[in-house]
């Protein structure tokens, strides 16, 4: 079957330091995947995403990159700030007709002034 | 454009009673779908709705059900009302397509909590 891994939480980090969030997948197709943030009381936004194999997302300083050798989606950012403080979620979803996405666990990142 | 509408926001249910969410996707989205989220079960996949018809359905009892309109707007429902509901229930809406790369896009999510 097809499942995310990330790495355990909580996370708690200085203003300005760099965060890795690691993220691995199984998949049974070729998946796009996803990082989703989740605010404190909010639904789920889009952070990033990267449909292939060595794309590169990005969005407010968060980078991530595909890489199917080592079936990781690893979520980077050079300098954190406190209102980066949320759950972060990574996903992937299968090439098909259908929207079902497929999340890891979440982890928590707060990120202390 | 508007984004995904979900009401209500919050209720309060008794353990027995059933419940109808509401769901408005963004214009244009034709796909709908449903996300249970618990601190113990995380994010699990209820069912996901395209055309009036459900295409896509997760591993959950019978007592969740959903549909979806003629105008793309869908509702879920949960007959008999257990504590472990409690949940923030998620609508997500998409455009129609085999590309995986397509967007889905949430909703705030319903507060559901059951006594």
């Known amino acids: ?113 | 454009k508007a984004g995904v509408t979900q009401t209500p926001r919050y209720l309060i249910k008794t353990r027995g009673q059933q419940v109808t969410l509401s769901c408005s996707p963004i214009s244009g989205h034709r796909s709908v779908s449903w996300y249970q989220q618990t601190p113990g079960q995380g994010l699990q996949f209820l069912f996901e709705y395209f055309s009036e018809t459900q295409r896509n359905k997760g591993n959950f009892p019978g007592r969740f059900s959903g549909r979806q309109f003629s105008n793309s707007r869908s509702e879920m429902n949960v007959s008999t009302l257990e504590l472990g509901d409690s949940a923030l229930y998620l609508c997500a809406s998409s455009l129609v397509g085999a590309n995986s790369g397509n967007t889905i896009y949430f909703g705030e999510g319903s507060w559901l909590t059951v006594v």
């Not at chain 1, 980090?13 to 199984?26: D, G, K, P, R, V």
């Not at chain 1, 690893?74 to 996405?101: I, M, P, T, W």
């Open chain 1, 1 to 113: 079957g097809n499942s995310v891994t990330q790495m355990e939480g909580p996370v708690t980090l200085s203003e300005e330091a760099f965060l890795t969030i690691n993220c691995t997948y199984t998949a049974t197709g070729y998946p796009s995947l996803f990082w989703y943030v989740q605010y404190p009381g909010e639904g789920l936004q889009l952070l990033l995403k990267a449909t292939k194999a060595d794309d590169k997302g990005s969005n407010k300083g968060f980078e991530a990159t595909y890489r199917k050798e080592t079936t990781s989606f690893h979520l980077e950012k050079g300098s954190v700030q406190v209102s980066d403080s949320a759950v972060y979620f990574c996903a992937l979803r299968l090439n098909g007709a259908n929207s079902k996405l497929t999340f890891g666990k979440g982890i928590t990142l707060s990120v202390r002034p």
